[in-house]
């Protein structure tokens, strides 16, 4: 299995380019399942769970092809199954965003139950409780939703006891083609359910409200393909930003833009980064200093990501001053402190909130991953640690970080993949 070998490093120093959005490229992806004619879709990340979601539309025998850059033509015209498999949707969660497209536009979608995972329970209540009340049966049955709207949705005024992303862009893809008007009310407002939204209008549907958390939805006949490029990655784009200011180092991170990372450039000016913005960059300066702790607590967009925080968790194991994490979306997803500890670090778990005193630079050690972004703190960790860190089941970080050695290594780290 590969592991990534990072030697502690000196400030990052440079430029790179940041990717499209995993996370929107992901409900785009599945919205595709509801036009009639092709779908042209640029700057798609180069990542497992994108080329997951290309295995499992191909399952289904939806038509795609991939030309240079991961220029993706997606041709629904042949999909013949209508079963989202255990096997695929084990290794991604995200596969439960087929659900409310097939449902809409074919009538019926069995998808295997996602379950449990690393971070939490994560239940998809919502999704399912919001597809009934737009007429689908529902069953589970052998660890599968089994869900059926032989005679199509209907329009329905849905309220949603939680923030939830994955929930707010399933009801909103079914939406597009039922039958009548829906309202979505406390939506999740994410850009990436914006760029979902804005790829439904280009593809023919009616939408009103995108951006706040009454979504209005007219449900339309038919959509068509279009051509779409996917927003840039703002988590990417957030990691970097953090990484060179642990490391008080300069970075400038391109084609990208900072009106989707608002919270996270402010608690990057209160460690003491000097930021720039211009249109499709933001570039930060720690000019040689040691950041400031800073605290946070996680809440659903505009508040603080909950994916940016064990990023700030490493940062702040390095800076000056005590700082405070607060985690309120998920459970579980403060496990990277045990790891950061075995570098050095000094922080004190408390339920959901972890208390980080800052020490002036980490020890190496070998770790091990356990979800996507907690990797990414061990990456930043193991570059503000003294020796060679040695990062163990990285499969978790190439599920959401685009060629994340070359990066690094464009911005002057030592960091390699190596297979053991
Ligand atoms: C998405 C993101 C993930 C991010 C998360 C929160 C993708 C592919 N993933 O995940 O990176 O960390 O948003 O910003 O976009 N919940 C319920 N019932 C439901 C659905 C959710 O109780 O039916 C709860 C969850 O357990 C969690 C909270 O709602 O506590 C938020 O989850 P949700 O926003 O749905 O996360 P995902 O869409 O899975």
Known sequence: MDKLLISGCGPLDGDIRISGSKNAALPILAAAILAETPVNLSNLPHLKDVTTMLALLRSMGVGITIAENMLVEIDISSMNEFEA???????MRASILVLGPMLARFGKADVSFPGGCAIGSRPVDIHLKGLESM????????????ATAPNGLKGAHIFMDVVTVGGTENLLMA?????????LENAAREPEIVDLANFLVAMGAKIEGIGTDRLTIEGV?????????VMPDRIETGTYLVAAAASRGRITVRDTHADILEAVIMKLEEAGAKITLGDDWIALDMEGKRPKAVNLKTAPYPAFPTDMQSQFTAMNAVAEGTGTVVETIFENRLIQVHELNR?????KLEGNTCIITGVERLKAAPVMASDLRASASLVIAGLVADGDTLV????????????????FQALGATIRRVAQ
């Open 221 to 229: 006949a038919h959509l068509k393909g279009c051509h779409y490029r």
């Open 175 to 183: 939406a597009t083609l039922a039958k009548g008007k829906t309202i």
């Open 343 to 347: 570098m050095g670090a000094q922080i």
């Open 135 to 146: 007429g689908a049966h529902i069953e589970v049955d052998g660890g599968y939703i089994r």
């Open 85 to 91: 498999p255990y096997d695929l949707v084990r290794t």
């Open 392 to 407: 163990d089941r990285i499969y978790h970080i190439d599920r959401g970080y685009e060629c994340i050695e070359e990066k």
